[in-house]
């Protein structure tokens, strides 16, 4: 369990956060969406101490810390019980994908060398990167060095994991595998806050979004909420401005996450699979094509979209990506849009 209460901070005269209040239940996972410099990161940080409150109280667990005054031994204990997963993955370069997720096993937490060892593969395995255990970072492509800070930051068994744009600094085809990851890890239970923009996870994965603005939380609420209806006007005009193409936001949810059901296996117990990124992919272009048909005519709106089969690992990608395709030329052809807009 997470909670701040009225969390204060200033870098020199800026105020960056204005008395944040968040509370995170156990396995509760949060979305945090709002524009750059809204104090997203510094939210985050500030749960840790990596960035010190000028003021308000901090619990992670049962450890409260009040920022005006504290122990260090409290900032440490909370520090152990969150990992913090970044951007830029920062992995050590000169150690494998094993080494990396061993480190904290063995230096921090002085466990068994070999008992660390066999976790950690069962780790890597977790994430889909079984056979990359003697790959070095430099030989990983950025979404599978993702995979292994997350697999890194599970290894020290947190209780609650925070998430700052893990899937920003990826080219778009390997976002796809992180968010897997992710969803899996918060399949399992874990207590996660995460800033993204990603809003199919939001919508899909997401207990709760909530939407910060210029260092305070103008709204949060459950995903199709704030994301499908939001209440506050600088809400409405953030999501138009990331949501692309003026669609009506719940719609393009809708879209998007039909998209995950065609995407992501049935079974999460297996891991993703190459196929599943590269569908992933190819369809979202699909169906962002298909919104794109006709923005301006109203008609039945999930027409595209339900004949979008569900794709698991055994039946082959296409039938989605034609799916959408053919619904997007029935919608040419017809006038009728695909499941479109306003
Ligand atoms: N170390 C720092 N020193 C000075 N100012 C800072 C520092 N860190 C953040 N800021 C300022 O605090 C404000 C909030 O920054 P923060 O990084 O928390 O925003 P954000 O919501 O994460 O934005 P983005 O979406 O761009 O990552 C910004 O105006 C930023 O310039
Ligand atoms: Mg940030």
């Known amino acids: 369990m997470i909670r701040l209460r009225?969390?204060?901070k200033s870098f020199g005269t800026d105020?960056?956060?204005?008395?944040?209040?968040?509370?995170?239940?156990?396995?509760?996972?949060?979305?945090?969406?709002?524009?750059?410099?809204?104090?997203k990161t510094t939210l985050l940080r500030c749960i840790n101490f990596l960035d010190e409150p000028d003021s308000g109280e901090v619990t992670v667990g049962c450890t409260t810390i009040d920022?005006?005054?504290y122990d260090k031994r409290d900032v440490l204990a909370v520090r152990r019980k969150t990992a913090m997963i970044f951007q830029h993955y920062n992995l050590f370069r000169n150690r494998t994908a094993l080494g990396n997720v061993m480190e904290?096993?063995?230096?921090?937490?002085?466990?068994?060398?070999?008992?660390?060892e066999a976790r950690s593969r069962e780790l890597l395995d977790s994430v889909g990167l079984a056979d990359k255990c003697?790959?070095?970072?430099?030989?990983?492509?950025?979404?599978?060095?993702?995979r292994v800070g997350i697999a890194r930051a599970l290894a020290l068994d947190p209780e609650a994991m925070l998430f700052d744009e893990?899937?920003?600094?990826?080219?778009?085809?390997?976002?796809?595998e992180v968010l897997a990851v992710m969803r899996k890890v918060a399949e399992l239970g874990m207590t996660m806050v995460v800033v993204t923009h990603e809003m199919a996870f939001a919508r899909e994965v997401a207990d709760r979004v909530v939407f910060m603005d210029e260092g305070a939380i103008v709204e949060q609420g459950l995903p199709e909420d704030v994301l499908g209806n939001p209440a506050h006007e600088r809400t409405r005009r953030f999501l138009r401005?990331?949501?692309?193409?003026?669609?009506?936001?719940?719609?393009?949810?809708?879209?998007?996450?039909?998209?995950?059901?065609?995407?992501?296996?049935?079974?999460?117990?297996s891991s993703p699979t190459e196929d599943d990124y590269t569908l992933h992919v190819a369809a979202q272009t699909a169906v962002k094509q298909a919104l794109d048909v006709d923005s301006t005519t109203s008609g039945p709106r999930s027409a595209a979209f339900q004949t979008v089969p569900t794709h698991t690992s055994e039946t082959t990608p296409e039938p989605a990506i034609d799916a959408v395709l053919t619904s997007r030329t029935v919608a040419q052809t017809t006038g009728k849009p695909a499941g479109l807009v306003r």
């Open 241 to 269: 401005r990331i949501l692309p193409q003026q669609v009506d936001p719940l719609l393009y949810g809708g879209a998007e996450n039909l998209l995950s059901n065609a995407t992501h296996p049935q079974n999460a117990s």
């Open 134 to 146: 003697t790959c070095f970072p430099s030989q990983l492509s950025g979404g599978q060095q993702q």
């Open 15 to 39: 105020e960056v956060l204005k008395g944040v209040d968040l509370d995170v239940e156990d396995g509760e996972v949060v979305v945090v969406i709002g524009p750059s410099g809204a104090g």
């Open 6 to 8: 009225n969390i204060r």
């Open 67 to 69: 920022a005006r005054k």
């Open 104 to 116: 904290g096993p063995v230096q921090v937490q002085h466990r068994p060398r070999k008992e660390a």
């Open 166 to 176: 893990p899937t920003s600094a990826l080219d778009p085809e390997l976002v796809g």
